[in-house]
């Protein structure tokens, strides 16, 4: 599968969508956290980078990945991201639903407070919004935690 990486510019109060690169990816799907994290791994490094990046992925109604987009990117210990930054994406994009991921350099990818509240944040907005989160995953090196998989986005 083609992944491609956008950024955002804008021009003349515009906001706009640009292609920074893409890559043939070497998996049919990232329909698992296993296999999104390790898209994230393979392609960003998001398991080895030394600051905190927040990286989204826009999908398709069929699941298929529209984008990858970098929203956040802080110091070693913190990352501001705003729904508002998230959604501007997936709407320029045309996206139906999404995923977040960020690692967590001390090695424990035990969600924090500000992780559960974010997430829970970002599950409003996508309720309202009619793009549901469908994953965030918080990376570690080796292993990740799902919030999928932990039950999170149920109901």
């Given at each position: 599968m083609r992944i491609t990486k956008y950024g955002l510019m804008i021009d003349?109060?515009?906001?706009?969508?640009?292609?920074?690169?893409?890559?043939?990816?070497?998996?049919?799907?990232?329909?698992?956290d296993i296999q999104l994290c390790q898209m994230f791994n393979d392609l960003y490094k998001l398991n080895q980078l030394a600051e905190k990046h927040v990286y989204l992925v826009a999908f398709t109604n069929k699941g298929r990945p529209l984008g990858v987009f970098e929203v956040s990117h802080g110091s070693g210990s913190a990352s501001f991201l705003q729904p508002r930054e998230v959604f501007m994406r997936l709407l320029l994009a045309g996206a139906s639903s999404f995923a977040i991921a960020h690692f967590h350099l001390s090695g424990d990818?035990?969600?924090?407070?500000q992780d559960?509240?974010?997430?829970?944040?970002?599950?409003?907005?996508?309720?309202?919004m009619g793009n549901p989160i469908v994953e965030h995953i918080i990376a570690?090196?080796?292993g990740?935690?799902?919030?999928?998989?932990?039950?999170?986005f149920d109901n």
């Open positions: 003349q109060q515009r906001y706009t969508l640009i292609k920074e690169s893409a890559v043939n990816y070497a998996a049919d799907a990232l329909t698992t990818c035990t969600p924090s407070n559960i509240k974010i997430t829970r944040i970002m599950k409003e907005a996508g309720k309202m570690r090196n080796p990740h935690y799902s919030f999928c998989a932990r039950g999170f």
